[in-house]
């Protein structure tokens, strides 16, 4: 876990510094993370039995791959997609292959298949939340446009909210705010899920 910055005060700082250390990663060790928290996505996800999860299409340098949603199915799994509906809370759309993805806006792709409604979150029995950071109290930093906030509210109660991020990016305080919701895990490459203490 890293320590904090004290020059970092502010989710604005924090996102300008882990933007760039995304962007200087290479791309053998991109691929290697990859394949290692897949293998670490599925091995706990099995563990516990879950028949559907929430996930995302990682963009840009983002952690994961489009390969995740693949074994995921290729596992069993219902896996649920976010769609992003104007300023509103995530609708959500399922999975069906990688022919089932369109693009759409903010570079993002998104599944073509019938929208479930914002409220479909609450069938995932666990939820892979991409986030920029998260630190050890469950405080998770994403890009600042608010979607997640206001989805994650409509999970189902005790549904694992995992946050996945790079190993550096598991640090030890975040500037949070009342309205943040608390991750209850983190996923790395090295570290695999790792339960927080929220």
Do not use: C, N
Request: charged share 30%; net charge negative.
């Amino acid at each position: 876990m890293s320590s904090p910055d004290e020059s970092l005060a502010t989710k604005d700082a924090w996102r300008r510094r882990l933007l760039q250390q995304r962007r200087d990663v290479d791309e053998a060790t991109r691929t290697a993370d990859a394949e290692a928290l897949q293998e670490a996505a599925l091995a706990w996800l099995a563990e516990h039995r879950y028949r559907t999860v929430a996930a995302y299409v990682p963009v840009g340098e983002e952690p994961g791959s489009p390969e995740l949603l693949e074994a995921l199915r290729g596992a069993g799994l219902r896996v649920l997609l976010p769609v992003v509906h104007r300023r509103e809370p995530l609708q959500w759309a399922d999975y069906t292959g990688p022919d089932s993805l369109r693009r759409a806006g903010f570079d993002l792709l998104e599944p073509a298949g019938p929208r479930l409604g914002a409220e479909a979150v609450a069938e995932a029995e666990a939820l892979l939340v991409p986030a920029l950071a998260v630190d050890r109290r469950g405080v998770r930093l994403g890009r600042g446009a608010g979607y997640y906030d206001r989805s994650l509210p409509l999970a189902a109660p005790g549904a694992p909210l995992i946050g996945v991020v790079r190993d550096e990016e598991f640090v030890a305080e975040l500037p949070g705010e009342p309205h943040d919701v608390r991750m209850t895990g983190v996923l790395t490459p090295r570290r695999g899920v790792v339960a927080l203490p929220v």
